[in-house]
Nanobody
């Protein structure tokens, strides 16, 4: 059983930056890690993902160029560096892990993920 714990959510001004962290309890059982977010009354959205073996990254169009996902294999942590934040980035952010390598066409779809954290809130004010 893989446990995920997110850290780093906060309230920031538009244009600001924030880094989220997700501690992964068991690295050997995960091949894909991802960040999702869910705003009030909206569906959960996959925004960034990374393959743990080669660090290949994938991004949703909504965050491409502003967000960066990365791994710290020593500390078993996945990060989401967010910059140029916008009010529409306000959401609960979730870390997710999958036992398998998820290919590009499916990597931002929540169905393929086996484990989830409880989320951390990001609020961006204008």
């Amino acid at each position: 059983q893989v446990q995920l714990v997110e850290f780093g959510g906060d309230s920031v001004q538009a244009g600001g930056s924030l880094r989220l962290s997700c501690a992964v309890s068991e690295y050997t059982d995960t091949r894909t890690l991802a960040w999702f977010r869910q705003a009030p009354k909206k569906a959960r959205e996959g925004i960034a993902a990374i393959h743990t073996r080669d660090s290949t990254t994938y991004y949703a169009d909504s965050v491409q160029g502003r967000f960066t996902v990365s791994l710290d294999n020593v500390n078993k942590t996945v990060y989401l560096q967010m910059s140029s934040l916008k009010p529409e980035d306000t959401a609960m952010y979730y870390c997710a892990a999958a036992r398998n390598v998820i290919t590009r066409d499916y990597i931002l779809i929540q169905t393929w993920y086996n484990y989830w954290g409880h989320g951390t809130q990001v609020t961006v004010s204008s």
